[in-house]
């Protein structure tokens, strides 16, 4: 027999809704901070292009172990107990910053984006489906979409942090390290690494106290019932795998979010890097261009999105990769400020690509799909894999040559792309956070 409960109104139902909300811009703080501090630490840690990259193979495969667990979490427990638990982590890396910088230690930094990822992973995992459950369901749509507005306002923040408290725009070619004193050499990179310690205190801080307002908060019963509460069936998690592995479109669709999610991290994370070694700005002054790359995104979600009432998502998929192999390669074969607008530019193509992809890969899944979307968000591992792959080409080459990475990335997009069956060229569901 199912209990009928009056829904909350007033304050009390916007306030659940309030908070969760908020996630969606804390994550896009925490995704585009590391876009700043790969620069910030390859200076203060005189660190090699793949050292430095590093920092996104740290954050992403925080995602990347942590996706599954978060799933248990959130199904033996309830959506609220794995929004605590992912707000409580991302607070704790947060925190470890502090000891990371005082001790020098760039491994710690590490540890500390690992952490914050995890507890990303629990924030993303859970967040998306409780914002449907968070009021009528007739709203849900609405609800997520409203949601996932809060997510480039909090990328942008990111970049603004990133920008104005920890790049200091102060650098030093080889030559002149060298002629500094060994004290004076060490003051500046000590200086330089503890520039990430008040934003990053502050930002585990309210992070902090946020998990303490959700802990409180009362919530509607959707929002903390475990998985044995639901009335549905639901098969085992072993057997949907097993299933998933014998549609071959599915698993396409993974293997081309690994590949999305690694060129757009990829293009975000050296961005920077490339306006440095190419037009000679400071890394303070070239992250305006990460700006510019995010404003370009957020702008080709609403285009793109209109363009799907008129043509197939697949279509623009693929023709979006297309324009983007063209795009990439340019920035590798002409370089200078041509090839960084080149590079800005792509982010506009980039704007529908995750959630097409992951809304063309479930199309047809039936009780397959809460298994599909976990596989698919654990692809995003991508970032990790290809980040590196990237910083090593430039380590052997030169950081234009290693933009031909994302050029193949984009490649396997339009072969999956133009490969979509028709039944799968669903509307693109509602899916942030890249």
Request: glycine share 8%; with cysteine; charged share 10%.
């Given at each position: ?74 199904r ?11 707000l ?6 947060a ?5 990371a ?27 998306n ?10 709203k ?11 997510n ?9 942090i ?9 650098e ?12 004076a ?16 205190l ?15 908060s ?13 009335t ?7 057997t ?24 757009q ?40 999105t209109?363009?799907?009432?008129k043509?197939?998502?697949?279509l623009i ?17 002409s ?23 992951f ?41 234009r ?32 956070g890249?």
């Amino acid at each position: 027999m199912t209990t009928q409960t009056t829904p909350a109104k007033g304050f009390s139902a916007v306030w659940p809704l309030i908070l969760i909300t908020s996630l969606f811009f804390f994550w896009g703080v925490a995704n585009n901070l590391n876009d700043v501090l790969i620069p910030q630490f390859k200076k203060a840690f005189v660190l090699t292009d793949l050292q430095s990259g590093l920092v996104q193979s740290a954050f992403y495969m925080g995602y990347f172990l942590l996706a599954l667990p978060a799933a248990f979490v959130m199904r033996k427990f309830g959506y609220k107990s794995a929004v605590v638990l992912g707000l409580l982590l991302y607070a704790a890396g947060a925190f470890l910053f502090y000891p990371a910088a005082d001790n020098h230690q760039y491994s710690w930094f590490l540890g500390g984006l690992f952490v914050i990822a995890s507890g990303l992973a629990f924030l993303e995992t859970s967040a998306n489906p409780l914002i449907t459950v968070l009021g009528s369901p007739d709203k849900a749509a609405f609800r997520l979409n409203l949601a996932q507005s809060f997510n480039p306002l909090g990328a942008l923040s990111g970049i603004f942090i990133g920008q104005q408290f920890i790049l200091s725009g102060i650098e030093h070619d080889e030559a002149a390290l060298a002629a500094m004193s060994d004290a004076a050499r060490q003051a500046f990179y000590v200086t330089e690494v503890k520039a990430v310690q008040g934003p990053y205190l502050l930002i585990g801080t309210v992070v902090l106290a946020w998990a303490l307002l959700v802990f409180l908060s009362k919530f509607p019963a959707a929002a903390t019932k475990n998985a044995h509460e639901d009335t549905g069936e639901e098969i085992g998690f072993l057997t949907s795998v097993s299933r998933l592995f014998q549609r071959p479109h599915f698993l396409f669709g993974v293997v081309a979010q690994f590949f999305y999610v690694g060129a757009q991290v990829g293009i975000w994370s050296y961005m920077i890097r490339y306006a440095q070694a190419e037009i000679g700005l400071t890394d303070k002054a070239a992250a305006t261009y990460l700006y510019y790359a995010l404003i370009a995104f957020a702008v080709g979600r609403f285009i793109g999105t209109g363009l799907m009432t008129k043509l197939r998502p697949s279509l623009i998929l693929g023709l979006f990769a297309i324009v983007n192999i063209g795009l990439t390669l340019f920035a590798v074969v002409s370089g200078g400020q041509n090839g960084l607008w080149a590079l800005v530019a792509s982010s506009f193509f980039m704007s529908i690509m995750f959630p097409t992809i992951f809304a063309t890969s479930v199309a047809g899944l039936g009780n397959l799909t809460k298994t599909g979307s976990s596989l698919l968000v654990m692809s995003i591992v991508g970032g990790a894999v290809l980040t590196a792959v990237m910083g090593m080409v430039s380590d052997h080459s030169h950081i234009r040559t290693a933009f031909v990475v994302t050029a193949v990335c984009f490649a396997v997009i339009a072969l999956y792309a133009f490969r979509a069956p028709k039944a799968a060229n669903a509307a693109p569901v509602a899916i942030t956070g890249h």
